[in-house]
Each structure stands twice: as structure tokens, then as C-alpha cells.
């Protein structure tokens, strides 16, 4: 007779190794809905807990990109915001960037000027763009305006600082913006 540990309950039953990993397999899977906590209700994901490594900074303000900047660290989330990666992080290239709103939802830039809906704009080595300024896209403006939340980005080596920012359907840039600044590491 076998004997299985399986979430701290033996179970003695005469189950072939297969069976017994099918059914480690089925009860992870039952364990799945915990850790789906980042998207709401509506389906937009929701900002994450930053843990000790990572800080969120400049979640809609001027206070610079600093990581050690305890003012920076003590700041909540915005209205926009990278949920991956975190700000201070090393990452491999290419970059893999996803983005979140709360309380702005994300739609195809189809002209209007609304403040609560709209896409995401990301400026990548340079500083965010004043709000009210209409973005043009080009190799540091990049333009989601069919709804994109995630990107895969090519980077070179070094320190990359993103900036994520809000804007309405005519690419006019909106107040709400997220700043990180990464390492970019073979």
C-alpha cells in the first residue's frame, strides 16, 4: 500500500504513481483562485503589493526616480502602473512590460477626451511628458492605442528608466503616470 502527503493529509490507497501525480496536479489546481488576486472584478489587473526589494515610485508625481528615496517608497500606486516588472529589478532582454489601471479603464484610442478612459503611453530613457501634451509615436513614445496592456521590449545593457503614462482617446497625455527605472543585465 502507498502512502501520499498531500497537503498535509496521509492518505493510504493503493494509487500508481500516475495517479497520485494527477491528483497532486488536480488539487493545485484547486489552489489556483488565491493566487489570482491582482485582477478585479471587472477584469482589470489591480496594483500590486510592492515586497521588500521592490518600491513603487512616482505614481503620478514629480519626485524623481531615486529607489532609495523613502518619500518615493512610501507612495501608493496611481491610476496607471507597471505590474511587471518592479521598479530597481534586474531584467533580461527582451523586457517584458504589463501594465495596470485602477478606476481608468483601457480602451482603443478612438478619439475624445475623456480623463477615465483611454490607453497607455510609454516613454522609454526619457522623462514623462507634460500632461495635455499630444504624444507622436517614435522609438522612445511608444503608443498602445489598441488597448495593449503588455509589451515585450528589446533593450540594451544598462539602467532604463520607463515612464507609463495615461492618455485619452485623441493621444493627449493625462496627469496619471508611473515611473521605474531598471537594470537591463545579460
Do not use: Y
Not at 531584467?91 to 477626451?113: C, M, Q, S, W
Not at 507609463?164 to 543585465?185: P, Y
Amino acid at each position: 500500500m502507498t502512502q501520499t502527503l498531500i497537503l498535509g493529509t496521509r492518505i493510504r490507497a493503493p494509487f500508481s504513481k500516475p495517479m497520485q501525480g494527477a491528483m497532486l496536479l488536480f488539487l493545485a489546481f484547486l489552489s489556483l483562485p488565491p493566487l489570482l488576486h491582482f485582477c478585479g472584478d471587472d477584469g482589470n489587473i489591480e496594483a500590486p503589493k510592492p515586497d521588500a526589494g521592490a518600491q513603487p515610485i512616482d505614481a503620478g508625481n514629480d519626485a524623481g526616480l531615486d529607489a532609495g528615496n523613502e518619500d518615493a517608497s512610501a507612495q501608493m500606486f496611481g491610476r496607471v502602473f507597471f505590474v511587471e516588472p518592479m521598479n530597481g529589478t534586474n531584467v533580461r532582454p527582451p523586457l517584458h512590460l504589463v501594465f495596470g489601471a485602477n478606476d481608468f479603464t483601457i480602451e482603443k484610442a478612438e478619439g475624445g477626451t475623456s480623463t477615465d478612459r483611454g490607453h497607455f503611453h510609454l516613454i522609454v530613457g526619457q522623462d514623462c511628458l507634460t500632461p495635455g501634451t499630444k504624444m507622436i509615436a517614435d522609438s522612445e513614445h511608444k503608443d498602445f492605442s489598441n488597448g495593449e496592456t503588455e509589451v515585450w521590449l528589446e533593450a540594451n545593457v544598462g539602467t532604463v528608466d520607463l515612464c507609463l503614462q495615461a492618455a485619452s482617446g485623441d493621444h493627449v497625455t493625462l496627469e496619471d503616470f508611473h515611473k521605474i527605472r531598471v537594470e537591463v543585465v545579460r
